[in-house]
């Protein structure tokens, strides 16, 4: 059974930095697409950032959020830094056997976690 469990959330001020992880069990994320997502409330569900043989951004975080892996420890990462009060949400990683993520949504990830708090005070 395929599980992913993020941590590293937490409260931080207006130009901080946090680093999420998203540990995985029963899964390799390898070369398959696995992305980061967030949800603010009252707003839709953002599909922050991607990798898969390359990696991608939205272009809200890009230059500032870096997402990465680790295969030996079946680890996914992203890297938040300069954070704004706006990247204020609930962070969720997920994962498929997708070769690419382009055009991927939420609902298209069969393994996905729970979600982590980040909160960015001004």
């Known amino acids: 059974q395929v599980q992913l469990v993020e941590s590293g959330g937490g409260s931080v001020q207006a130009g901080g930095s946090l680093r999420l992880s998203c540990a995985a069990s029963?899964?390799?994320?390898?070369?398959?697409?696995a992305a980061w997502f967030r949800q603010a409330p009252g707003k839709v569900r953002e599909k922050v950032a991607t990798l898969a043989r390359f990696s991608t951004y939205a272009d809200s975080v890009k230059g500032r959020f870096t997402i990465s892996q680790d295969n030996a420890k079946r680890t996914l990462y992203l890297q938040m830094n300069s954070l704004e009060p706006e990247d204020t949400a609930v962070y969720y990683c997920?994962?498929?056997?997708?070769?690419?993520?382009?055009?991927?949504?939420?609902?298209?990830?069969?393994?996905r976690g729970q979600g982590t708090q980040v909160t960015v005070s001004s």
């Open positions: 029963g899964y390799t994320f390898g070369a398959k697409c």
């Open positions: 997920a994962a498929e056997s997708f070769v690419q993520c382009s055009g991927t949504y939420w609902a298209a990830f069969r393994y």
